[in-house]
């Protein structure tokens, strides 16, 4: 991605978060030699997401030269939804990445995943962002 892509891509972040207490980030790494749901849940401890007040971050994650990816939530949502919840999202991500489109499947990502963490994480007045929305990489 470019800078002005990561920007885009972080926007749409903040632009999600407005809609859920759910945190979103983004992982970007060049390559994975282990699954990429396993690489994903190694990440999202890395980088603490297990710390959210109500275990309700996702990670996108993102390896790129290897051409895989995987969206992880935490426990939280995990117990309020079903196995197949990020099915949609996926797709979604596959079209686009599958044409090179991968800053749009990125914010087209995020934008899904908002709107189902809205319905089981809506915005609340008192919400603040635990989690940095900057793109992480590894």
Known sequence: LTKSEEQEVVEAIRVAEKNTSGEI???IEKETSIAPIDRAVEVFHE???DLTQERNGVIIYIA???KLFAIYGDKGINDKVSTDFWNTTKDIMLNHLKNGENKLALVKGI???GKQLKKYFPYQDDDKDELSN?????
């Open 111 to 113: 934008e899904s995943a």
């Open 25 to 27: 980030r983004v992982h």
């Open 64 to 66: 790129a030269k290897s």
């Open 134 to 138: 900057e793109i992480s990489k590894g």
């Open 47 to 49: 980088l603490k997401m």
